[in-house]
């Protein structure tokens, strides 16, 4: 649509924060309509927030992910899946030390479903791991085998995760803290704004907002690949790092939103639902890269930050399990850490 190389420097990073503003202000409305949503169909909130939510939230990715491969950045397309899968956790800690002050927000969520989303979030990326280690030996009009995999697996989990959650073998026990008097007033002051409203009205809603995401996402996209380009900076750090960010907004504006009406496992299984399509998304952007397979041209680095993802996950995963009630710095301790190890990944990866 617009020949972003050819644009200043000035004017891309002005194109890139008025876009990242619409994606923000777009999130901010979905996870609302998704908890209305959830509320009448009786959906379950995990489900909820991996799916629908999660989709929703993942289009700036699918308009990364597409655009890059269309114009032959496999790097920046690949780096941008596996590191906002780190980003992204890190959201959730971001929200545990502004948001939640004086509680860790894994002593909110005390649902088996969320570890399970965890596990198989865990899987898909070892499954990403794979394909880009062993690479697409076998390629048949310019697709290749990992990438139809990763979208038949994470369908398959999504038919696990609701199957499950209508139906959980346990149950955790000990103390569940409660949402404060705030969260809960401000969510049913939202719900009765909404009264009056159809369910189709609020689905035609959710789906305006994520197309605003989508569009914002796609400018996002395109403009943080141009600044890659005349800057200089590699295409895998830019993915990684400028790029995801922004991307990621839509997730950090929901699980602010989520959390701030106290739905607090919608808000984890956002971001865990969110991952796992991630990983989904090397199928568009194996449809759209015209170089062959995709997993062929993914940098060996984007490994690490797969790696990464893994362990962002697991420290999460070990704080639902444990649901301490300590804090550190304002946040829980599993937040903490995570934190530290994002933080030190990023510098090991800007030097490799």
């Known amino acids: 649509m617009f020949e972003f190389q050819q644009l200043s420097i000035p004017t891309n990073v002005v194109i890139f924060f008025v876009a990242a503003c619409v994606v923000w202000l777009a999130g901010t409305k979905l996870s609302r309509y998704v908890d209305l949503f959830a509320e009448r169909t009786g959906v379950g909130e995990a489900f ?7 989709g929703a939230t993942s289009l700036p990715e699918l308009a990364t992910t597409v655009t890059a491969g269309w114009s ?4 920046l397309a690949g780096s941008n899946l596996l590191g906002g899968i780190v980003m992204q956790i ?6 545990d030390a ?16 969320l570890l399970l989303v965890g596990i198989v979030l865990i899987a898909m990326i070892a499954l990403a791991c794979a394909a880009i280690a062993s690479g697409d030996r076998y390629v048949w009009q310019g697709i290749g085998i990992w990438p139809p995999l990763l979208f038949v697996a994470y369908v398959a989990s999504m038919a696990v995760i609701y199957r499950y959650e209508g139906s959980p073998r346990w149950e955790p026990r000990g103390e569940v803290a409660q949402p404060p008097e ?12 909404f009264d009056n409203v159809s369910t189709k009205t609020i689905i035609g809603l959710f789906c305006m907002s994520g197309l605003a995401v989508l569009i914002g996402g796609y400018f996002v996209a395109r403009s943080g690949e141009a600044l890659a380009n005349q800057t200089g ?28 009406f ?12 969110t991952n796992s399509l991630e990983v989904a998304l090397f199928l568009p952007a194996e449809l759209a890269y015209r170089e062959g397979g995709i997993m062929n041209a993914v940098a060996a680095s ?4 797969a790696a990464l993802g893994i362990l962002v996950t697991c420290l999460y995963l070990w704080g639902v399990l444990e649901r301490r009630d300590k804090t550190f710095l304002g946040m829980g301790i599993d937040s903490f850490a995570v934190l530290v190890v994002y933080a030190i990944g990023m510098t090991i990866y800007s030097t490799l």
């Open 233 to 260: 900076i590699s295409q895998g750090f830019i993915g990684a790092t400028l790029v995801a960010v922004a991307t990621s907004l839509p997730e950090l504006s929901t699980t602010y939103s989520a959390v701030r």
């Open 182 to 193: 705030s969260a809960k007033d401000l969510k049913d002051s939202f719900h009765e704004a």
């Open 302 to 305: 984007s490994v690490f930050l």
């Open 90 to 95: 890190a959201v959730l800690a971001f929200i």
């Open 262 to 273: 106290g739905a607090y496992s919608m808000a984890a299984a956002n971001i865990l639902g």
């Open 72 to 75: 032959g950045a496999a790097t």
């Open 48 to 54: 909820a927030g991996a799916m629908l939510l999660g």
């Open 98 to 113: 502004f948001v939640l002050r004086g509680k860790p927000l894994t002593m909110f969520s005390p649902r088996s479903s």
